[in-house]
C-alpha cells in the first residue's frame, strides 16, 4: 500500500513550456486535490476531484489544467509555465466522509 | 529538503519538554479542525482534530484545545522527542468537505 505517490519529484522547465504532473493513490479514495506550497504561505487549492470523471476549480486555478481520467489518478497540466508557478505541488486524497486528507511527498517545480 | 520553513514563527524546546504551538482561525462558522505535521521534504501528516462541538481531545502525546470565543487552538506535544521537528500546522473547515483553510504553519525544533 504505497498511499500517495506524485511523480516527478522534482523538475525545471523554462517559461512557456508545458508539463503534467502525476498523482496516484492506492486507497480507493474518491476525493483527490492539488494544492501548491510557497514559502510563508499556507496551502492553496488549485483544483480539486470530488470522483472519476469530475473535477472543479479551487482558490488559484489560473494556469493549470486537470484531468480526473482514472479513480485513481489526478494529473496537473500547466500548458504554458511562468515563473510565478514555482512552488511546491502537492497531492491529497480522502475518503467520502472523512475530514483527512492524505498527501503525496510533493513536486519541486522551478520556473525560470 | 523543500523550502517551506523559510519565514515562520520557530518554536525551540529542549527534549523531553512539553510543547505547545498555536493558531488563530479566521472564520467563527468553522466546525472542524486539524493540525498537521511537515518533516522536511514530505507531504504533510494528519496528527489530530477536533470538532467546534467540543473543546479539548487527546490523542497519543498530543492534545488539541479550542477556544471558540477567541477562535484559536493549540496543539500541545508532551515529552517532545527530536522527531516531532517539523512544520506544524492548523486546518480550519467551514462548511463542506471542499472549504479548507490551512495555516502557514509554526516550526518546532527540538533541542538535544
Not at chain 1, 510563508?40 to 470522483?51: K, Q
Request: charged letters at 15%.
Amino acid at each position: 500500500n504505497a498511499g500517495v505517490t506524485q511523480t516527478p519529484k522534482f523538475r525545471v522547465l523554462k517559461t512557456g513550456q508545458s508539463m503534467t504532473l502525476l498523482c496516484a493513490q492506492d486507497m480507493n479514495h474518491e476525493y483527490m486535490y492539488w494544492y501548491r506550497q510557497d514559502p510563508g504561505m499556507g496551502l492553496r487549492l488549485i483544483h480539486y476531484s470530488v470522483g472519476e470523471g469530475t473535477t472543479a476549480k479551487g482558490e488559484v486555478p489560473d494556469g493549470y489544467n486537470v484531468s480526473r481520467l482514472k479513480k485513481q489518478n489526478f494529473l496537473l497540466g500547466l500548458e504554458s509555465a511562468a515563473p510565478s508557478q514555482t512552488s511546491v505541488y502537492f497531492c491529497a486524497s480522502r475518503m467520502g466522509r472523512s475530514y483527512e486528507q492524505y498527501f503525496g511527498p510533493g513536486t519541486r517545480l522551478t520556473v525560470t | 529538503g523543500e523550502s517551506v520553513g523559510l519565514h515562520l514563527p520557530t518554536l525551540s524546546v529542549q527534549e523531553g519538554d512539553n510543547s505547545i504551538i498555536n493558531c488563530a482561525y479566521s472564520n467563527s462558522a468553522s466546525d472542524y479542525f486539524i493540525w498537521y505535521k511537515q518533516e522536511s521534504g514530505k507531504g504533510p501528516q494528519f496528527i489530530i482534530d477536533i470538532r467546534s462541538n467540543m473543546d479539548k481531545r487527546q490523542g497519543q502525546r498530543v492534545t488539541v484545545l479550542l477556544n471558540k470565543t477567541v477562535k484559536h487552538l493549540s496543539l500541545q506535544i508532551a515529552a517532545t522527542q527530536p522527531g516531532d521537528s517539523a512544520v506544524y500546522f492548523c486546518a480550519e473547515n467551514a462548511g463542506g468537505y471542499q472549504k479548507v483553510t490551512f495555516g502557514t504553519g509554526t516550526k518546532l525544533q527540538v533541542i538535544p
